[in-house]
């Protein structure tokens, strides 16, 4: 090995030690770098504090792309897809559900479609006045 490949692994190594689980817990516990972040960690090394505090594992949400957006289902049945919020199905006066995004031939609907995945996703607000849940 040369001495540049020796350096070059004492690096890694380095920066492999920084995170230990004091930091860790650290970083869970505030949220931006301060004298009283720094000193928690040093008293964790010592193991004045956190000692019998185990490390969670914190599962992050899985990353939503927009193929993974638009790959979700809609509303269950033939058509399946997208849903129109702005379209509601109505029984009783009470909404049961949203028409499937995209208009058929022939067929016109008083407003601009808002389209989400799911029917659930309508009660999210949308874009403005103009389009979309306002409330």
Do not use: H
């Not at 008293?43 to 979700?72: A, P």
């Amino acid at each position: 090995m040369t001495r540049l490949e020796k350096l070059i692994q004492e690096v890694l190594l380095e920066e492999k030690k920084k995170r230990d689980r004091c930091l860790r817990i650290a970083d869970r516990k505030y949220d931006k770098p301060s004298a009283y972040k720094s000193g928690a960690v040093v008293k964790c090394r010592k193991g004045m504090i956190w000692k019998g505090l185990k490390e969670e594992v914190i599962q992050e949400k899985v990353k939503e792309t927009l193929r993974t957006w638009f790959k979700r289902k809609g509303t269950p049945g033939k058509k399946g897809g997208w849903v129109d919020c702005n379209s509601p199905i109505r029984k009783d006066g009470k909404v049961t559900g949203y028409k499937a995004c995209g208009r058929e031939e022939g067929e016109k609907r008083a407003k601009y479609p808002s389209c989400r995945p799911t029917p659930s996703k309508c009660k999210d607000p949308g874009k403005g006045k103009t389009w979309g849940k306002t409330k």
